[in-house]
């Protein structure tokens, strides 16, 4: 069972920058592709922002935020990051944390194992 608490968000001005943590716990974190989701006011579903593979590797971003956000993670601390850096009103949404099994289930938001409960980030124009 792994449990995933995400933090860091907050309110921002448009071009601010913000980083997220999402720290989980159980035994099994470094065996986990890990993902960044968003779900923004008024959207039913979750839109998916970036991956990275469980050695850190292989980061993969959504079209909507490549060359603005950075995914790392620290299997040592059970920690997988999210730096935001030059965000837009449009960024505005609850971020979620996830783990899967693999780098295509995340992107494609299929077979998730665990959720955090999110964290909202508002940037203001």
């Known amino acids: 069972q792994v449990q995933l608490v995400e933090s860091g968000g907050g309110l921002v001005q448009a071009g601010g920058s913000l980083r997220l943590s999402c720290a989980a716990s159980?035994?099994?974190?470094?065996?986990?592709?890990m993902g960044w989701f968003r779900q923004a006011p008024g959207k039913d579903r979750r839109e998916f922002v970036g991956?990275?593979?469980?050695?850190?590797?292989?980061?993969y971003y959504a079209d909507s935020v490549k060359g603005r956000f950075t995914i790392s993670r620290d299997n040592a601390k059970k920690t997988v990051y999210l730096q935001m850096n030059s965000l837009k009103p449009e960024d505005t949404a609850v971020y979620y944390c996830?783990?899967?099994?693999?780098?295509?289930?995340?992107?494609?938001?299929?077979?998730?194992?665990?959720w955090g409960k999110g964290t909202l980030v508002t940037v203001s124009s």
């Open positions: 159980g035994s099994t974190f470094s065996s986990y592709v």
């Open positions: 991956t990275i593979s469980w050695s850190g590797s292989r980061p």
């Open positions: 996830a783990a899967g099994g693999s780098i295509p289930d995340i992107r494609e938001g299929h077979d998730i194992h665990y």
